[in-house]
């Protein structure tokens, strides 16, 4: 069966008609607004531009990728639920992704009612290619598969043939969440053109060091992006956070020297640790985090933090490792020397 949108979206929101408030229309052709209930007296009473429009028009110029391509989201998290919740029958529909990964992919599958197919990474972390997984996704009820790369918490990308395959050989929703990728080599953001049937997610809160503002983007088919538009609360994302990634991406070469920086200190941290008696083993990384296999991991963990460092425990997932998020120079160093001093 080939891929075919309106096959995918749930009958009740193919025809729902959007919430639109009257400044949609009349946004900028008018000097007084009484339209939306606002107070008057206040800088701030204002609602925020719920299309979101100069935001996605500096994104289109960054990337490569027209407007209507675009959806911006109350960071990735949104985007992800909006789109589980746009395809998935409760009870009934299937939803894929490869473990160890990003958590989120289960816990909104679950919100959204579907059934959650875990499939192992192979041991290096790829993707377990084989009769399977073809099996899998020509399930007709089948409606989205999370492809994460660099995958969170392993730090490696999926190459990109394999991203491809996995594209050509369903017809359900593939999310490639690029959470990470401004660490990495490559994106799929190029194979829009080709994959009707692509999402690929990315954020401001890694690389654009805009975790608080919390924003995330969609980049998908015009179609899929105007069904995931109707859906979205109408104020998703704030005044404010519109205007500092507005900001961000006109100092675009701050953001790429911090991206530069980030992955120096990456490569040293690695450098650094793999030389430590209490590691084992570095994973390669293209994120801004390394994932480390500790011989005890568990006393690493406690330990770290009884000099006041925290790192986020694997372990339950990838055995004896800790994440760890690459920091300033400092932090890292203060890491470094902590471990030293263990045992
Ligand atoms: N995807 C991945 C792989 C992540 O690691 C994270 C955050 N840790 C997110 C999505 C969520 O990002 P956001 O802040 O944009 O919601």
């Known amino acids: 069966?080939?891929?075919?949108?309106?096959?995918?979206?749930?009958?009740?929101?193919?025809?729902?008609?959007?919430?639109?408030?009257?400044?949609?229309?009349?946004?900028?052709?008018?000097?007084?607004?009484?339209?939306?209930?606002?107070?008057?007296f206040s800088p701030y009473g204002r609602y925020p531009d719920p299309s979101h429009l100069e935001l996605r028009k500096s994104l289109s110029a960054l990337r490569k990728v027209s407007t209507e391509n675009i959806l911006i989201g109350n960071g990735s998290d949104e985007l992800i639920d909006l789109l589980l919740r746009l395809v998935v029958r409760p009870g009934r529909d299937k939803v894929l992704y490869f473990t160890p990964t990003y958590g989120m992919y289960r816990v909104s599958a679950e919100i959204a009612g579907a059934k959650t197919l875990e499939m192992p990474l192979s041991v290096d972390f790829n993707l377990p290619l084989g009769p399977t997984l073809e099996r899998i996704l020509k399930d007709p009820d089948l409606k989205?598969?999370?492809?994460?790369?660099?995958?969170?918490?392993?730090?490696?990308?999926?190459?990109?043939?394999?991203?491809?395959?996995?594209?050509?050989?369903?017809?359900?929703?593939?999310?490639?969440?690029?959470?990470?990728?401004?660490?990495?080599?490559?994106?799929?953001?190029?194979?829009?053109?080709?994959?009707?049937?692509?999402?690929?997610?990315?954020?401001?809160?890694?690389?654009?060091?805009?975790?608080?503002?919390?924003?995330?983007?969609?980049?998908?088919?015009?179609?899929?992006?105007?069904?995931?538009?109707?859906?979205k609360p109408p104020y998703n994302v704030s005044t404010f956070s519109q205007s500092l990634a507005l900001e961000r991406l006109k100092s675009y070469?701050?953001?790429t020297e911090q991206i530069q920086?980030?992955?120096?200190?990456?490569q040293r941290l690695e450098k650094a640790l793999a030389k430590l008696p209490s590691v084992l083993h570095v994973y390669p990384s293209e994120a801004n985090f390394l994932l480390v296999e500790f011989s005890?991991?568990?006393?690493?963990?406690?330990?770290?933090?009884?000099?006041?460092?925290?790192?986020?425990?694997?372990?339950k997932?990838?055995?004896?490792?800790?994440?760890?998020?690459?920091?300033?120079?400092?932090?890292?160093?203060?890491?470094?020397s902590a471990l030293k001093k263990y045992n």
């Open 317 to 336: 997932e990838v055995p004896r490792a800790l994440r760890i998020t690459v920091g300033t120079p400092k932090e890292n160093n203060q890491l470094l």
């Open 253 to 255: 070469e701050t953001v």
């Open 261 to 266: 920086k980030i992955i120096k200190e990456r």
């Open 1 to 40: 069966m080939a891929y075919n949108l309106s096959n995918l979206v749930l009958d009740h929101l193919k025809g729902l008609s959007p919430y639109s408030s009257a400044r949609d229309e009349f946004s900028e052709r008018a000097e007084i607004y009484l339209d939306a209930n606002e107070n008057p």
């Open 296 to 315: 005890e991991s568990k006393e690493v963990f406690q330990y770290l933090l009884s000099r006041s460092i925290v790192v986020r425990d694997r372990s």
């Open 144 to 231: 989205v598969v999370f492809l994460c790369s660099p995958n969170n918490p392993t730090g490696n990308t999926l190459p990109k043939e394999e991203v491809r395959q996995i594209l050509s050989s369903t017809s359900a929703l593939v999310v490639v969440d690029e959470a990470y990728a401004d660490f990495a080599k490559e994106s799929s953001l190029d194979l829009l053109e080709t994959y009707e049937n692509l999402v690929v997610l990315q954020t401001f809160s890694k690389a654009f060091g805009l975790a608080a503002a919390r924003l995330g983007m969609a980049y998908a088919s015009k179609e899929l992006i105007a069904y995931l538009r109707r859906i």
